[in-house]
């Protein structure tokens, strides 16, 4: 059966792009990763809307990727600061998967603006494809999604 | 020097999101990769609005991400299909990091809609995360994003 057939929604791509697919948070994590993590320091440091921001923070919060924090200030009301729950941590590959990109394909005659390193020795990071049985699958090709007994038919399909 | 003091958008990641970072895009992405590649069959997928999907394509391909191929059926106009690029192929680590992700973190009791074999073998596929000094870094943690010579202080930074 094509993969067309099958219902576009019930997918874990889909379902993880209804989470975090667009620019501000992915933008979010990625400063949350980097220790930026108070609202008013985020809102600062992208130049977003403070209510984009909110309900931004919210869906990640609700979605079990942030942990919302207060914190205090002397003679300041109650704030809030977001940390990474176990969850969210798990999201560090997508993002060192778009810089990768990034470094490769959008970096000027300087070369790469940023650089993902192991902060205990320094060293660079990079992700790899890896085959469960022990093939080279480094460069991305031969791979194939295919649908699970979870999988749903396209019930809208017509062809 | 904190990374709030960078500019925000001189940033891999930044950069790419910028050209990926939309739920329509990356869902584009993953149905090309798994070879629904005809404008009207993705469309149909995707049940996306025509106009939109012609937008997130045109900027796909100014970005090198794909190529738009002509093709014609007897008896009809003649109509465009999308192959990734190289540079588009070394986009597959997002979508399995995307994949991962949703496999572990948004399935329901049936498990995994979907699954990203080794098409040659049938294994699964993995992401990790290397330290090119050999450490293990598989968790994620203890990563750190630095500026490089090509970042740039955020002028509009005060604090």
């Known amino acids: 059966m094509r993969w067309s057939e099958y219902d576009s929604t019930v ?42 921001l909110a309900r931004r923070l919210t869906t990640l919060v609700d979605a079990g990727v942030l942990e919302r924090q207060p914190y205090q200030e002397l ?36 070369g790469p603006p940023t650089a993902i390193r192991h902060e205990a020795c320094g060293g660079g990071v990079r992700l790899s494809i890896e085959c469960d049985r022990g093939h080279d699958v480094a460069d991305g090709r031969d791979l194939r999604m295919v649908p699970l007994k979870a999988a749903r038919r396209n019930d809208s399909h017509r062809s």
Do not use: K, M
């Open 11 to 52: 997918c874990s791509v889909a379902r993880t792009v209804e989470v975090i697919g667009n620019r501000w948070t992915l933008l979010v994590l990625r400063d949350v990763f980097n220790g930026i993590v108070r609202f008013d320091e985020i809102a600062g440091h992208l130049g977003v809307a403070r209510d984009l």
């Open 75 to 110: 003679g300041n009301r109650t704030r809030y600061e977001y940390r990474l729950t176990s969850a969210g941590v798990e999201l560090r590959p997508v993002l060192i998967a778009l810089a990768q990109w990034g470094d490769a394909h959008l970096a000027g005659s300087e």
